[in-house]
């Protein structure tokens, strides 16, 4: 045989050396589930390891997580029912807790990045996405609505913004105001590609989020589609998005490489809460490697297109990068 493929594979220097795919710690983003108080974190039962966070909490974990090559953070709220409404006026509040949070964290690690949500559900007494008339989701009520919120997280500090209510046009509408309100510098990660995922269970008992009444489906994308995936690409991209994302990652790798190969803009895997909690429990039940399924879990999503990856995994990686002694620079 003159081919063999093998002699490629013949060391762990030169599997080293042909390696196609490499995950670097700054290219994860860590989540953290703020909660109002101090001095405060509470476990979140399905997601063994995360736990809800006060905001000083959350500067302790952003210090840590900095020292391993972790940069970059995306902020989920959880507020009490008494202090929600139907038109989420909380979420512009200047004295509501996350925009202090985005404030503090700036102020303290100001090279660090702040990605934010932008949607309705964790102020909205109805707990969707959108404003809620008459049972129904009305899309155009809403843009106001999140670009009212949008401006605040802007105005606290947030480096990147993540529209994450799939509603018509609101890239577009929050671009909009952000330049006319002189925050042209502030970017926004949309969440292009949102499929109505069975996987968002662990994050919805995080955050007490789940709607109502009804369910997403009006909104986000269908689990069936792929194509109408590159009509949102095209729509964000038109309207002024700087990152598209797409959300599960493990049953959308598919989706990942479409859009990677549809476009040049960074493209975004949120490796999500129902995929962390299955490697978490197998793990913890002997019948699954924890660290190996992880790693090979997150180079898969890598390897499929995603230059960015938001994970529950992104602490732990990063400690079992640097403990395998491999350099912190590219």
Not at 94 to 104: S, V
Not at 117 to 123: E, G, H, K, Q, W
Not at 194 to 201: E, I, L, M, Q, R
Not at 263 to 282: D, R, W
Request: charged share 25%; aromatic share 10%; proline share 5%.
């Amino acid at each position: 045989m003159l081919i063999r493929p093998r002699r490629n594979r013949a060391s762990a220097a030169i599997r080293g050396m042909v390696r196609e795919t490499r995950l670097h710690p700054e290219q994860l983003v860590f989540p953290f589930f703020l909660i109002d108080g101090t001095s405060t974190r509470i476990p979140v039962a399905s997601m063994p390891g995360i736990d809800r966070l006060t905001v000083d909490e959350m500067l302790k974990e952003i210090g840590e997580c900095m020292s391993m090559g972790i940069r970059n953070f995306i902020l989920f709220p959880a507020f009490p029912e008494h202090l929600k409404d139907k038109e989420a006026t909380l979420s512009w509040n200047p004295g509501n807790f996350y925009l202090r949070a985005i404030r503090e964290a700036k102020s303290l690690y100001p090279d660090c990045t702040i990605i934010t949500d932008v949607a309705m559900d964790p102020y909205s007494s109805d707990g969707h996405d959108g404003y809620v008339q008459d049972g129904k989701i009305v899309n155009d009520i809403t843009l106001p609505i999140l670009a009212k919120m949008a401006i605040a997280q802007a105005e606290a500090g947030a480096d990147i913004l993540g529209p994450s209510d799939m509603m018509d046009g609101r890239v577009g509408y929050i671009r909009q105001a952000l330049d006319e309100a002189g925050y042209s510098g502030v970017a926004i990660m949309s969440y292009t590609a949102k499929y109505a995922s069975a996987f968002y269970g662990p994050f919805r008992d995080a955050l007490d989020s789940a709607p109502k009444s009804g369910d997403k489906k009006t909104y986000q994308m269908d689990p069936h589609n792929r194509i109408e995936a590159l009509r949102e690409c095209e729509l964000d991209t038109l309207e002024g998005a700087d990152f598209l994302m797409v959300k599960p990652a493990l049953s959308y790798l598919d989706v990942i490489r479409l859009l990677k190969d549809n476009s040049n803009l960074p493209i975004v895997a949120y490796n999500v809460s129902g995929e962390y909690a299955m490697v978490k429990a197998a793990a913890e039940k002997g019948w699954l490697n924890g660290d190996a399924i992880r790693n090979e879990l997150l180079l898969s999503i890598a390897r499929a297109g995603a230059d960015i990856i938001i994970t529950y995994f992104a602490k732990e990686y990063a400690q079992w990068y640097t403990q395998n002694n491999l350099s912190l620079k590219k």
